[in-house]
């Protein structure tokens, strides 16, 4: 089971403990949904999203709502949310739970790269970690972390289309880990010895910050051939 990267302020060694287990994942998977990591916009974005389901489900549940009534809507509403942003997915693959098919992995991000293009507010994106590396297993996901531009309505936008690929993730049940950061805040919180797959950096914003990236194509080839045993031209 890959160990989980806890903020630095869970130091206790019973919390890390906890939080390394299955069971301890599972809960703050669920209770913090990735806000800890998001970027300002997103966490608005989702605990609007999270508000908006506790109205609908006490519109169609309750006709006499008490507390106790919007508290059950809310833990419903918030249920919903980490499932429809895919959060349940990649969390099963970091405890070992489910595998993937390279075919159909590999086929995925493929589709993704194509989607991310021409995205006017997004100023570049990249996957991490260690697929990045070449080290693929049956339970890898894949870090995309995208690179924001400053204008507010283009990172609502970008907001909402994270949402839309978590969504779509979780439909295809593919194991997605997706954020999106200032440029600052993707050098701050990812490796600095990491090796970025570059899916699109128009003005070469995310090379120019690391010794070493690789282009798509060239990540899609080596995979193709080092895990399918396919030959691309």
């Not at 006490?58 to 059950?72: A, L, M, T």
């Not at 895919?86 to 991000?109: E, S, T």
């Not at 839309?164 to 701050?188: G, K, N, V």
């Not at 003005?203 to 895990?227: D, L, S």
Request: charged share 20%.
């Amino acid at each position: 089971m890959k160990r989980k990267k806890l903020p630095d302020f869970v130091s206790n060694p019973l919390l890390v403990r906890l939080f390394q287990s299955k069971p301890g994942r599972v809960l703050s998977n669920w209770v913090l949904q990735g806000m800890l990591y998001m970027n300002p916009i997103e966490i608005i974005y989702k605990l609007l999203l999270d508000l908006v389901l506790t109205v609908l489900f006490i519109f169609i549940f309750f006709q006499d709502p008490g507390i106790g009534d919007v508290i059950v809507a809310l833990l419903l509403a918030h249920t919903t949310n980490w499932i429809i942003n895919c959060q349940p997915v990649a969390l099963l693959m970091h405890i070992d739970i489910g595998k993937n098919d390279p075919h159909r992995f590999i086929q995925y991000i493929e589709g993704l790269e194509r989607r991310i293009q021409g995205r006017p507010y997004l100023a570049a994106a990249a996957s991490y970690g260690s697929l990045s590396k070449g080290c693929y297993r049956e339970t890898s996901d894949i870090d995309i972390r995208f690179v924001l531009k400053d204008n507010i309505l283009q990172r609502f936008q970008a907001a909402h289309y994270c949402f839309l690929e978590r969504f779509r993730a979780l439909i295809h049940w593919f194991p997605l880990d997706l954020y999106a950061f200032s440029l600052e805040e993707t050098l701050r919180k990812m490796n600095a010895d990491e090796v970025p797959v570059i899916f699109v950096d128009p003005e070469g914003i995310i090379e120019r910050n690391y010794a070493r990236t690789v282009p798509f194509g060239e990540f899609r080839k080596t995979f193709r051939a080092n895990i399918l045993g396919e030959t691309i031209s």
